[in-house]
């Protein structure tokens, strides 16, 4: 039972803490939440970029757009010079008619706009998915199609995964690189903003080492003072998160751009909520020891 009051002293005293020093205590919150918030939304259009690699991963390396006076008949007698290029693995082609139906297909509701011109799919274009023997070949490859008769567009997947994959690594190490300076400057205000507590309490410390307190008696309340702010810095920066992931959403929904589509939140962020609640409690902990233990080494 006295363990069981020791443990409620312990919480009471921590909450009180909180209490005290409201503005050091909002700081180390504030720097808690920013730092929480800005390793999550690097995280997570890391986790985007990432899916849009797979979704490109799944497309053809190289689609070559005819023009639209390339009849089927023609397009396979261009096919086969495609497929002469000593840089071509394979070539698929997409004719006129499966472009429409693909074009009317993400019209939706739309398509009914274009169903006279659905009759005419001469008019229309093909294509070629083709795929390379090696990345490094594309661009020659591509600049070689631009001179061939009958060709429109050349549209290279390779280089846009390349970019892709090239801004995936400098978050990544901007996220590494953040989150030790930001946990860093995080753990020093949490240090402080608990010193002082143990400061303002110094007498009562003083008084409990005298008669015999434990260790956990003493640090206890401290240690939830810690843990508490690192609780709150954590869920405000996942609430936070959610918000902002909320917006960036909705406006990329009203660029309409097929582009760079976002994962919806839930899916992106699994684990979040947990792994910040850890780093707070973490901070929080740290920082509150690392104050205790300051204290009593300026005390000897």
Known sequence: ??????????????????????????????????????????????????????????KPEIRIDCTSEVTNADAILLMRKIEANPAVSSIVYITKEANLAKFLELLGEDSDLFQDYSKGAEAFYGSFDVKLKSATAAEQFVEAMYKMDGVEYVKDNISVVKTFQRIQTTIRVTTLISSIILGILSVFLVVNTIRLTVVARKESIEIEKYVGASHFYIEGPFVIEGIAIGLIGAVLSFLGLKLLYSIVSKRLANLGTALFTLMPFEEASKGYLTAFLIAGIAVGIIGSLLAIRKYEKEKT
């Open 1 to 58: 039972m006295s363990k069981l009051r020791v443990f409620f002293y312990t919480l009471k005293q921590g909450f009180t803490g909180l209490k005290k020093n409201i503005l050091m205590i909002l700081s180390s919150i504030y720097v808690i939440f920013v730092t929480l918030l800005l390793i999550g939304s690097l995280s997570l259009v890391s986790k985007n970029i990432q899916n849009e690699l797979e979704r490109y991963a799944d």
